[in-house]
């Protein structure tokens, strides 16, 4: 069956040792004025000019890892209110009130993610890297605004280079009933398993 283009970001599939996963969430940060919007399911780096989590820029920065819901103050609801994407420019006229992001950073996590609409992943590309398609990632109006899911793609770019984010680890058909969409893998955007390679946690380098 042809794939459906449906991307939903990177999803947890589990860990590499097999537990269950709910672990590795940090609490971290994003400027109140930071303008980006982050969907459940984006890849997020560590901002160089404050303590703050950001957008990709390109595919060979490190990933801190991937963005799953904030909260921040509402000035409409007059308190602090949870949603999974973060919206861009939440600051009140004090320009206070940073948001609270969830992230996974557990380097251990297994992900699963749809290709682009250009090209799939074959079997012959499992243990190469890979990361976002940046074309998708780097638009900050891209994703769902009401479910607050991501459509970031997977590039089908495969490389031995490490500084690539993504190690591919498997296709989605070898775990997935038959006739679920994403395991055509004859065809465009079928879904991979896909784990860390080139995250903060992972790399002895200062930022």
């Known amino acids: 069956m042809t794939n459906t283009m449906a991307p939903f970001g990177f999803r947890q599939f589990r860990r590499l040792d097999g537990g269950a996963p709910t672990a590795g969430f940090d609490t971290l940060t994003i400027a109140s004025s930071d303008t980006n919007l982050y ?3 984006d890849p997020v780096a560590t901002s160089t000019t404050g303590p703050y989590v950001t957008t990709l820029s390109t595919v060979q920065v490190l990933v801190r890892g991937i963005f799953f819901g904030c909260e921040f103050f509402s000035p409409t609801f007059n308190r602090k209110t949870w949603s999974p994407f973060f919206p861009g420019s939440v600051q009140t006229s004090s320009g206070t009130n940073d948001a609270q992001a969830w992230v996974c950073t557990d ?6 993610v749809q290709c682009s609409s250009i090209a799939q992943v074959t079997s012959s590309m499992i243990g190469l890297n890979t990361g976002p398609n940046m074309s998708i990632a780097l638009l900050s109006s891209q994703g769902n605004q009401t479910t607050g899911v991501s459509v970031t793609t997977l590039s089908t770019v495969a490389t031995t280079n490490s500084s690539a984010p993504f190690r591919i680890m498997d296709l989605y058909s070898n775990w997935a009933p038959p006739g679920v969409n994403g395991t055509d893998n004859t ?19 200062g930022i």
Request: glycine content about 8%.
């Open 39 to 41: 969907f459940t399911g």
């Open 107 to 112: 380097p251990d996590m297994m992900y699963t």
């Open 187 to 205: 065809n465009v955007g079928n879904i991979v398993i896909v784990a860390p390679n080139n995250f903060d946690r992972k790399n002895t380098t």
